[in-house]
T-cell receptor
Framework: QQQVKQSPQSLIVQKGGISIINCAYE??????FPWYQQFPGKGPALLIA?????SEKKEGRFTISFNKSAKQFSLHIMDSQPGDSATYFC????????????FGTGTRLQVFP | EPEVTQTPSHQVTQMGQEVILRCVPI?????FYWYRQILGQKVEFLVS????????KSEIFDDQFSVERPDGSNFTLKIRSTKLEDSAMYFC?????????????FGNGTRLTVT
């Protein structure tokens, strides 16, 4: 079964700084890598996702960088804001031809003014 | 924006009791899921459901768990005889088509506390 390793466990960033969260996966056969954002008391919400046919995807201040050869993908949050303070999860398909997502262990981001 | 709704938001039960967690998925979605999150840990897949049957389940989803879509709108998770280790946040999710062709939409969860 696919494993997804996420780091760091927690991250403290000053307002305006760049937040970087990394994930590593095992199986190169899979083709979908989403990031979810979770605020306290809420369910995870899809933030941004990438397929491995591109090396980068940007949506506003959020960018996913994908390195297929290293089997890694990372989330960059530019100009981090206090409102970005949340837990971020990367995910990957659990296996081939599945609806199951395997989540990383999460990164708790705190952005201080 | 349409959303997945879950009830109750918090359920306290005694060990050995049955609980039913309820969800109303987004109305035009065809795929339904339950995930759980033990406090402070990662989100774990339990089961997926399509066309009125389970399409996939994890090793966590043993004989004590069952899912049902009793009518056209509700999707339920039943735990027959709860254990202390079932205490967790349970999230229902739905998607229009299969992941990754459409995103998962999660509800806000039911916090289950087993005493």
């Amino acid at each position: 079964q696919q494993q997804v390793k996420q780091s760091p466990q927690s991250l403290i960033v000053q307002k305006g700084g760049i937040s970087i969260i990394n994930c590593a996966y095992e199986n190169t056969a899979f083709d979908y890598f989403p990031w979810y954002q979770q605020f306290p008391g809420k369910g995870p919400a899809l933030l941004i996702a990438i397929r491995p046919d591109v090396s980068e995807k940007k949506e506003g201040r959020f960018t996913i960088s994908f390195n297929k050869s290293a089997k890694q993908f990372s989330l960059h949050i530019m100009d981090s804001q206090p409102g970005d303070s949340a837990t971020y999860f990367c995910a990957a398909p659990g296996s081939y031809n599945t609806d199951k997502l395997i989540f990383g262990t999460g990164t708790r981001l705190q952005v201080f003014p | 924006e349409p959303e997945v709704t879950q009830t109750p938001s918090h359920q306290v039960t005694q060990m050995g009791q049955e609980v039913i967690l309820r969800c109303v998925p987004i109305s035009n979605h065809l795929y339904f899921y339950w995930y759980r999150q033990i406090l402070g840990q990662k989100v774990e897949f339990l089961v997926s459901f399509y066309n009125n049957e389970i399409s996939e389940k994890s090793e966590i989803f043993d004989d004590q768990f069952s899912v049902e879509r009793p009518d056209g709108s509700n999707f339920t998770l039943k735990i027959r005889s709860t254990k202390l280790e079932d205490s967790a946040m349970y999230f229902c999710a739905s998607s229009e088509t299969t992941v990754p062709n459409s995103p998962l939409h999660f509800g806000n969860g039911t916090r289950l506390t087993v005493t």
